[in-house]
C-alpha cells in the first residue's frame, strides 16, 4: 500500500504563512505529478497547486503568487509555501501522487492536513 505522509498544516492568523510537506516513496514519487488538493467543508475538492517529474508547475486561481510548490527529488518530498494566507483558505489539504503505469494513471492521496486561517 503507498502512504503519502503529509506535515505542516496548523493554525495561523490572516496574513501568514505556512509550509507543507508531503513525503512518498520514491519509486512512486520519482515518476509521479506530485499535487497538493483542498477540501473545506461542505465544498467539492479542488486541486490547489500541481508539479511534475520535471518541475513544470500549476497553480489554482485563487492562490497564484502567495502558494509555491516544490519538489525535492532527493528527499522524495513536496513541499507548499503559502504565504499571505487568508481564512477562505481554510481547509483540509491533502497530497497526491498521479503515477503513469503504461497508458494508465494511478492516483494515491494522503491522509490529509487542516489548514486553518483566522481572520
Known amino acids: 500500500q503507498v502512504r503519502l505522509v503529509e506535515s505542516g498544516g496548523g493554525l495561523v492568523q490572516f496574513g501568514g504563512s505556512l509550509r507543507l510537506s508531503c513525503a512518498a516513496p520514491g519509486n512512486i514519487f520519482s515518476i509521479s505529478t506530485m499535487g497538493w488538493y483542498r477540501q473545506a467543508p461542505g465544498k467539492q475538492r479542488e486541486l490547489v497547486a500541481a508539479i511534475t517529474k520535471g518541475g513544470n508547475t500549476d497553480y489554482a486561481d485563487s492562490v497564484k503568487g502567495r502558494f509555491t510548490i516544490s519538489r525535492d527529488n532527493a528527499k522524495n518530498t513536496v513541499h507548499l509555501q503559502m504565504n499571505s494566507l487568508k481564512p477562505e483558505d481554510t481547509a483540509v489539504y491533502l497530497c497526491?501522487?498521479?503515477?503513469?503505469?503504461?497508458?494508465?494513471?494511478?492516483?494515491?492521496w494522503g491522509q490529509g492536513t487542516q489548514v486553518t486561517v483566522s481572520s
Open positions: 497526491n501522487a498521479r503515477m503513469p503505469s503504461g497508458n494508465i494513471w494511478y492516483s494515491y
